[in-house]
């Protein structure tokens, strides 16, 4: 006896829900909570501009900003955060506010939907606030019952940036 696969629908507000979750434990420094909204194969990607203006295309070959081919790469990033192990975090702790606007959701298929959707983020440290902006196109996997991210590609639409990115700031 055969048993059909069961197709998960989600509709935009459903996925504006997630999104909003999930900026909202990076700006509460809940990483090891954030890092649970990632499927283990996970692509997290934020290509880098070339010289032309134009972005990178192959994280394999090419420079990316940030680059890791699953979650464990994810998890080995907060680990170094919390243990303060990262070139891009020291103390005292950055304040971030995540806000999320133009959400899309641009193809479904079975258990999966791909969406598209513009950020912004404000960095506090040292007395400074830095504004990032920017792009981000992912796969929602659905078949838990619940979204988790299967892939992200993170576009970063600042021309200069006067820190070393983390996942946090995007």
Not at 129 to 135: M, Q, V
Not at 139 to 157: E, H, N
Request: aromatic content about 14%; some cysteine.
């Amino acid at each position: 006896m055969s048993q059909a696969l069961v197709t998960q629908e989600i509709t935009r507000t459903e996925v504006e829900d997630f999104l909003y979750y999930q900026a909202r434990l990076l700006d509460d420094r809940h990483f090891e909570e954030w890092i649970e909204c990632f499927t283990e194969d996970a692509e997290y990607w934020m290509p880098a501009w070339d010289d032309d203006g134009e972005l990178t295309e192959d994280p394999q070959s090419e420079i990316s900003l940030i680059y890791y081919p699953n979650r464990a790469g994810l998890e080995d990033r907060i680990f170094r955060i919390r243990t303060e192990r990262s070139s891009a975090t020291s103390l005292p702790d950055p304040r971030t506010g995540h806000n999320i606007t133009n959400v899309e959701i641009l193809e479904r298929r079975e258990n999966e939907v791909d969406i598209r959707f513009n950020w912004t983020n404000y960095y506090y440290r040292y007395e400074t606030t830095d504004n990032y902006f920017g792009t981000t196109f992912a796969t929602l996997d659905l078949s838990t019952g619940k979204p988790l991210f299967k892939k992200q590609r993170i576009i970063l639409r600042n021309d200069f940036i006067h820190h070393i990115v983390d996942v946090y700031m995007v």
